[in-house]
Nanobody, 128 residues
Framework: QVQLVESGGGSVQAGGSLRLSCAAS????????LGWFRQAPGKEREGVAA????????YYADSVKGRFTISQDNAKNTLYLQMSSLKPEDTAMYYC?????????????????????WGQGTQVTVSS
């Protein structure tokens, strides 16, 4: 059973930066699509970024391109989301998720329902 634990959330002023981490355990497949998602109060959960564990191909939502960077440290089984130039509209609960994936064909932050394993989330608040 894959377990995911997020950390690194907090409060920051607009224009600031934060790095989120997602520690994973229990991987049993050779490759995964790993993603970051967020949900603001009263809104649906949306995809932010994804990375294919084998090869490191990355995918981003248009709203965060150029500001957020997803990365992984395979030795530590840890997923990261570096967030820069933060805006008040980035305020949300951020979740990491994993989906066993033999190929990167369908790895995308837009395919939210494909992800099997989810963390509990970490709150990010950006003030203006």
């Amino acid at each position: 059973q894959v377990q995911l634990v997020e950390s690194g959330g907090g409060s920051v002023q607009a224009g600031g930066s934060l790095r989120l981490s997602c520690a994973a355990s229990g991987y049993t497949y050779s490759s995964y699509c790993l993603g970051w998602f967020r949900q603001a109060p009263g809104k649906e959960r949306e995809g932010v970024a994804a990375i294919y564990s084998r090869g490191g191909t990355t995918y981003y939502a248009d709203s965060v391109k150029g500001r957020f960077t997803i990365s992984q440290d395979n030795a530590k089984n840890t997923l990261y989301l570096q967030m820069s130039s933060l805006k008040p509209e980035d305020t949300a609960m951020y979740y990491c998720a994993a989906d066993p994936a033999p190929t990167r064909r369908n790895c995308s932050p837009s395919r939210l329902t494909d992800f099997t394993y989810w963390g509990q989330g970490t709150q990010v608040t950006v003030s203006s």
